[in-house]
């Protein structure tokens, strides 16, 4: 019984995935979420609910629009099967409300750290929309279970830290290193991870952004005007800590 539920759960994770490819496509563009129907970026051609079913749709299609032949992006089915997978996965063994409620929230968590990063790679923003829904969603939770040294504390450092940093970059050559809407993520996520978590995010998500950096560089793929959007990587290692807590602590570099 419990492995019918898992699959619902999985299901229903598709159909959010759905959504959040509205949010990540229309967040940034500032269209409204809910009342505008579906309709092909290119040829605006109106897409029918049956060509609009998540993962299966786009495998009919063949990734292309019915009516113009564009391409529909892979992201459209990579969000689906992600959110789907998430939920799928992070189902509890066990059906106890406290577990069930965990996770509904890691869920919840989850589908904003999908349209951040999605967002952050098209636009290179990370909308503050986003942050203060995970803001709202995890300090409730946290005081609720936590102490305040956990996500007080984490909540300080993963701001402060990053903003004395990019602070004294800016003075030091006086560009702006660290976007804003990474500074802001890293404190809410702060709040969840507590000090030695964000510290370890920090650490980790600097370290996975330089090796990407050092082969774009030799790729020469590298937007030197630009740079590369720093969220993702962020989002990665956070994932990593959401779903496998001691993984990076045991990977054999105990920095702290
Ligand atoms: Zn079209």
Sequence with gaps: MEELYRIYAGVLGLLIGSFLNVVIHRLPRNTDMVVSRSACPKCSAPIPWWLNIPLVSWIYLRGKCKNCSAPISWRYPAVELAMGLIMFLAFPQLLSPELLFRWIFISAISG?????????????????????????????????????????????????????????????????????????????????????????????????????????????????????????????????????????????????
């Design 112 to 256: 904003a750290l999908i349209c951040h990063f999605f967002i952050d790679l098209e636009h290179k923003i990370l909308p503050d929309s986003i942050n203060i829904y995970l803001l709202c969603l995890i300090l409730p939770y946290e005081i609720m279970f936590n102490s305040p040294m956990h996500w007080l504390a984490g909540g300080a450092f993963g701001f402060l830290g990053p903003l004395a940093v990019s602070w004294g970059f800016y003075k030091w050559k006086g560009k702006v290193g660290l976007g804003g809407g990474d500074i802001k993520l890293w404190g809410v996520l702060g709040v969840y991870l507590g000090p030695f978590g964000i510290m370890e995010n920090i650490f980790f998500s600097c370290f996975l952004g330089s090796i990407v950096g050092i082969i774009l560089i030799l790729a020469k793929r590298y937007d030197r005007e630009g740079g590369i959007p720093f969220g993702p990587f962020i989002i990665v290692v956070s994932f990593v800590q959401l779903f496998n807590p001691g993984l990076l602590s045991s990977l054999g570099i105990n920095i702290f």
